[in-house]
């Protein structure tokens, strides 16, 4: 491999991205930006210091206009698939305000939301405008605009030859010192799929913006250029940027500083602490050398800034872009009048307008006098603060002119929301209030309390004094608010102002301060320490908790939350990158052989040591995406009777930023030496669908031998020829077996069902013998891979199953393999992606759109249960169903099938699917109207709350959620209906959903995998 060249350092911003650069055999370096070229118009392309990130995908005619290469795209300028004709940067941010159904931004606050797949391809959020199969994920959008970066990179340097290419290079991206172990890997599966080159690290943006400063100031010199300490220590000489330090902290020399980074940018509030005192360090090798090269003597020690990175915040979904929202919130109803809500396309237009405006009246600075209105006094005609400015929004109608709604707002109205709502004065107990009615806009989780100096007071709890400020980030542009956040923590430190470091370029210090840290790495000079920000735990459970109900048992309560467990500190807080930490001296034991599940909790406010255990609080910890997953065991060992096998807990951060951990085992009665690495799927989200490839390696529960007999009893038994005199059916195949393996059905664990697809995947071809033959075959099979997805291999399990779909039935006019066949879909359904839902579905809606005859009722229910199929199928489904549903609910005749499939397709809140595939929420009334004169509590229409459970729960989303008064109808039928207050609950408040464990499909409780003794 090529040595590199260049430190590069990038900045994926949320808002804007930048790259910066240092040459890396330059002793005397100093890091530059590198101008990106893009699109300003559809016709005229031009360089800037930064590209926005946003992404827009253009319509065919739009794509005409455009002339050159757009991200993603070829050498040749062709594009090479779908999912790369979006444009990237000015052009697509400028296009956010006239197209917003086809922009995608705020792809990094995606990546730090667990409750979503990084990996489904839902944006841009919340609209038809672009086609399924035209949309990205979050981790794709990334990746596009990485991808468009690495090839400014590469067209400006392409005529240093291969050792200039971007691949080639030292590369380091930021990312908020608050991303989690999961969002952080995220970013590098972007990078990779950008085609970075593996050796990329991850570096805080707030220590980013540190060095930026430091290196700075390091190449500019300060007066005087030495210490005068304590009494009896020597004086030293300082480097540039001690002796600016010192200038600015004449005590530097006596006692340890804090310095606060405050980083806000377009989606996050991110803040860091560092310790900062002077350092007796001798010259290294590589200091030397810069030493020598800039003329200057290294031979006595020299006094270096020793800076210690020491707290960070929590991720805080707070930033510009929660402003453009509130804004948006607050000219909403003088757009569009009293009482009234905008159409999602409208609305999206008017964040877009918003973000414009805000721009606009922060980057002009207003007269401090002038920036409070005085009530009492009438205010002045030339006063800045009653500058009016006008905001319109497409109408619904056609018309270009008549359809325009328009508002006005004043520059003192925006002030007062910015400072008042954002930046409000509060003194140092002020802490963010708890609201389950946050401001949760595009299907983001958004700070509940979007008051900035809440959070900060809450962060600085407990510190030292901080004696300086450095800022970042494009919202603290205006001075007012800079000045604003000074102000505030002077007067909770008795009136002591921190000092202010000068920052001449937020949108650039972090692209420049990661070049730096490239560089000061490369040449293995001092850097900032920083320790592991946040402390890891995992839950473990006691051997009597973690008993609990037999996973054999149908009755398991998979569904309740379990109480909170206790947790085991596994990283403390402070663990230097690359430091194995062990936890030994407890008795912990690991089961194996089993499904079981891992639940990892971060937490920034403890400090626990290694092995100590403590007590769940939800304050303190933040739940990571748990492990479910088997700890399979070496080939041929059969596990310990009690399933358990003492370990020992070893956790590190690699140097890149990776969490690992591993389970070493310390059993001297087990005598397998082994250790297991925890691989904790950090990608997953709230579509729990099949799909990802990964699932869990179970062991069958019966011995070899019956395994063997079963699967030879399957194959005997399919190529049997039919006996008139006794009938092949699925029930008798289901008894026989049970004699076979001495293990009820009901016990029949997750490894057996799926050890018994291979003997059933040989027989498929056997179906033909009889349509007794294909029945059963069918309906045994929908037991055997149900879910569809959940196990290791399902994924393979599912295209050999697809094999049926391809080849069609055997006995396709025979009612029973019709009915059999459906339900197998219906019941592997998880499994199957978009696009095989769709085949699935496509042959029978004919049969769906036969007005004389209706559907079958196991035809309904399977089209309920394809959630991944497109909206507009959705929507000529819900149709016809609602069509046959109505006139029977009238006359109250049994309709369970139509209410089922419709409480499927008017869910809220699916369960394998995507925010994508989310009907619109104006449809439900058209099923609500023919229902609710009728009364609930009827035997008859005891499917009809489920239904409006499913399709009315708040999910606090505009464009998913019901129109209030809808909503508040519903809940008040329900209530009318004895519908207890639990289950209404959902409805009026927004309550995050405890996903079950995938193995409560199968009737299992998931055991926990650590247990201590």
């Keep these: 491999?090529?040595?590199?060249?260049?430190?590069?350092?990038?900045?994926?911003?949320?808002?804007?991205?930048?790259?910066?650069?240092?040459?890396?055999?330059?002793?005397?370096?100093?890091?530059?930006s590198l101008p990106v070229l893009q699109w300003e118009t559809p016709t005229s392309m031009a360089e800037f210091a930064g590209m926005p990130s946003f992404l827009w995908l253009p319509t065919d005619a739009e794509r005409e206009q455009i002339r050159g290469r757009a991200a993603g795209t070829t050498s040749s300028g062709a594009s090479s698939s779908p999912a790369e004709e979006w444009v990237v940067g000015r052009l697509a941010r400028n296009q956010a305000a006239l197209t917003p159904e086809r922009v995608v931004h705020s792809s990094k606050s995606w990546l730090g939301h667990h409750a979503v797949d990084r990996a489904a391809a839902f944006l841009p959020w919340g609209t038809d405008a672009v086609a399924a199969e035209k949309k990205i994920s979050p981790i794709r959008a990334a990746a596009l605009l990485l991808n468009y970066i690495q090839n400014a990179w590469n067209q400006r340097f392409a005529e240093q030859g291969t050792g200039a290419k971007f691949a080639n290079q030292d590369v380091t991206i930021t990312v908020p010192a608050s991303f989690d172990a999961a969002a952080q890997r995220?970013?590098?599966?972007?990078?990779?799929?950008?085609?970075?080159?593996?050796r990329v690290r991850l570096l805080e943006e707030p220590q980013a913006a540190f060095y930026r400063w430091l290196e700075e100031h390091e190449a500019a010199p300060a007066d005087g250029s030495q210490v005068t300490g304590q009494e009896g220590v020597a004086e030293m000489e300082l480097s540039n940027a001690a002796k600016n330090l010192q200038r600015l902290m004449p005590d530097l020399a006596d006692r340890r500083h804090v310095i606060l980074v405050v980083d806000i940018g377009g989606g996050t509030s991110d803040f860091s602490l560092f310790d900062l005192a002077l350092s007796d360090e001798k010259a290294s090798e590589g200091r030397a050398a810069s030493a020598t090269a800039a003329g200057k003597s290294v031979n006595a020690p020299r006094k270096e800034p020793d800076i210690r990175r020491v707290a960070v915040s929590d991720h805080i979904l707070l930033g510009g872009d929660n402003i453009d929202l509130a804004l948006a919130h607050a000219l909403e109803a003088r757009v569009a009048g009293k009482g009234k809500s905008l159409a999602p396309q409208q609305w999206q237009f008017l964040v877009a307008r918003s973000r414009d405006l805000k721009e606009k009246v922060l980057a002009t600075e207003v007269p401090v006098q002038q920036q409070f209105a005085?009530?009492?006094?009438?205010?002045?005609?030339?006063?800045?603060r009653n500058d009016v400015f006008s905001v319109s929004v497409p109408g619904r109608g056609s018309g270009l002119l008549a359809?325009?709604?328009?508002?006005?707002?004043?520059?003192?109205?925006?002030l007062d929301l910015v400072l008042d709502g954002f930046f409000p004065i509060c003194d140092a107990a002020a802490r963010p209030a708890k609201s389950r009615i946050a401001l949760k806009e595009l299907g983001l989780p958004y700070a509940e309390d979007g008051a900035v100096t809440h959070h900060l007071a809450a962060f600085l709890e407990g510190q030292p004094r901080v004696d300086a400020i450095l800022y970042n980030g494009g919202t603290l542009h205006p001075a007012v608010l800079r000045r604003r956040i000074a102000e505030q923590i002077a007067s909770w430190q008795g009136g002591a102002a921190p000092i202010v470091l000068d920052n001449a370029e937020p949108d650039l210090a972090v692209a420049r301060g990661a070049a730096r840290y490239g560089w000061l790495v490369h040449r293995q000079l001092h850097r900032i320490e920083s320790a592991v920000a946040q402390g890891l735990y995992l839950e473990v459970h006691t051997a009597d908790a973690a008993a609990g109900p037999s996973s054999s048992s149908p009755a398991a309560a998979v569904d309740q939350p379990a109480a909170p467990s206790r947790l085991i500190c596994v990283l403390p807080r402070g663990t230097r990158a690359g430091e194995d930490v062990t936890v030994s001296a407890l008795n912990v034991q690991l089961r194996v052989g089993q499904y079981v599940k891992f639940q990892p909790f971060t937490s920034i406010r403890r400090a626990d040591a290694a092995g100590e255990i403590v007590e769940w609080n939800e304050d303190a910890f933040h739940a990571l995406p748990p492990l479910q997953t088997t700890i399979a065991l070496p080939p041929g060992v059969r596990p310990p009777g009690s399933g358990l096998v003492r370990v020992n807990l070893r956790a590190r951060v690699t140097e890149t930023g990776l969490l690992q951990i591993f389970c070493d085992a310390a059993d001297a009665s087990w005598p397998h030496s082994k250790s297991w690495q925890l691989d904790f799927r950090l990608r997953q989200g709230g579509g729990d669908g099949g799909g990802d490839g990964q699932g869990s390696a179970v062991e069958p529960n019966v011995a070899e031998d019956k395994l063997n007999h079963a699967k030879g009893l399957l194959q005997k038994t399919f190529a049997r020829p039919v006996n008139p005199r006794e009938?092949?059916?699925?029930?008798?195949?289901?008894?026989?077996?049970?004699?076979v393996l001495k293990l009820p059905k009901q016990e029949w664990n997750l490894g057996l069902v799926r050890a018994l697809w291979p003997a059933m995947h040989e027989c498929m071809s056997l179906r033909k013998n009889s349509m007794e033959h294909e029945e059963t075959w069918l309906g045994f099979t929908s037991y055997v891979l149900r879910p569809g997805y959940g196990a290791e291999g399902d994924p393979r399990r599912i295209d050999e199953l697809w094999a049926l779909r391809e080849n069609g039935l055997a006995f396709p006019g025979k009612d029973p393999c019709r009915l059999q066949l459906w339900i197998l879909w219906r019941r592997v359904a998880g499994g199957l992606d978009a696009a095989r839902q769709v085949a699935a579905m496509e042959p029978w809606m004919p049969a769906i759109r036969e007005s004389k005859k209706a559907p079958n009722a196991e035809l309904v229910r399977m089209a309920g249960a394809l959630e991944r199929l497109p909206l507009d199928m959705k929507r000529e489904l819900l149709r016809r169903f609602v069509a046959e549903m109505a006139p029977l609910a009238a006359k109250a005749a049994p309709c369970d099938p139509y209410l089922v499939a419709i409480g499927r397709l008017l869910n809220r809140t699916p369960l394998h699917a995507g925010p994508e595939s989310i009907m619109?929420?104006?449809?439900?009334?058209?099923?609500?109207?023919?229902?609710k004169a009728l009364d609930w509590t009827e035997p008859v229409f005891r499917e009809v709350t489920p239904l409006f459970l499913r399709a009315a729960r708040l999910v606090n989303v505009r464009g998913i959620d019901l129109d209030a008064s809808l909503r508040t109808r519903i809940v008040h039928k329900l209530e009318s209906s004895g519908v207890s207050l639990d289950k209404i609950r959902p409805l009026e408040d927004f309550i995050p959903i405890e996903k079950s464990d995938r193995a409560g499909i199968f009737g299992e409780a998931l055991p926990p995998g650590l247990v201590l003794a």
């Design 1 to 32: 491999m090529a040595q590199p060249l260049y430190s590069i350092g990038i900045d994926l911003g949320t808002t804007n991205c930048a790259i910066a650069f240092c040459a890396l055999d330059d002793a005397a370096a100093v890091s530059s």
């Design 186 to 198: 995220l970013t590098l599966e972007a990078a990779a799929a950008a085609g970075f080159p593996e």
């Design 374 to 384: 005085a009530p009492a006094e009438a205010p002045s005609t030339d006063d800045p």
């Design 403 to 414: 359809g325009t709604l328009t508002g006005k707002i004043t520059r003192g109205e925006i």
């Design 727 to 739: 009938k092949l059916t699925a029930t008798k195949l289901f008894l026989s077996l049970q004699d």
């Design 920 to 931: 619109p929420p104006e449809l439900v009334e058209d099923v609500f109207e023919p229902l």
